[in-house]
């Protein structure tokens, strides 16, 4: 994997279907040149995490890591991305998300869609955005979470 730091003015990133990809590099988000980043696709790779420093990326707009399977946590520092508009971990094996998660202030979409291990839904009371929520997973409780959203339109639950 590249080094990110030779890259500032990327603005779209796309390592889907590199399943032998096991770790992002740090230098992801570890730079502030990397202002321009809006779309991070990293569907169907090997990953279980994400760096730390991906929380850098506040410009960041759109992130995939969906059908990465082995995909299990966010870091805690995700809430620095307050322009985060959508987030796609469809088929991921992630269990909760962090309670940072809560300060994504600009989130319209996350799809847990397939993710049969989740089960812990932290509350989201700053998502004032968030329309699509999109849950088929082995989740028990989401009644409470939607009747905080002001601007929640669907939600699909199995």
Known sequence: MPNFSSMPNLERLNIEGCTSLRKLHSSIGAFPE????KELLLNRIGIKELP???GYLTSLDILYVSWCLKFQ??????????????????GTNIKE??????YLESLEA???SN????ENFLEMEKTKFLKDLLVETAIKELSSIVQNLRNFQRSKEL
Do not use: H, Q, T, V
């Not at 998300?97 to 809560?102: A, D, K, N, V, Y």
């Open 34 to 37: 990397m202002k321009f980043l």
């Open 52 to 54: 730390s420093s991906i």
């Open 73 to 90: 946590k966010l870091p805690n520092s995700f809430a620095n991305m307050r322009r985060l508009r959508k987030l796609y971990m469809r």
């Open 97 to 102: 998300l962090p309670s940072s998660i809560g």
């Open 110 to 112: 996350l799809d847990l």
């Open 115 to 118: 993710c049969s291990n989740f």
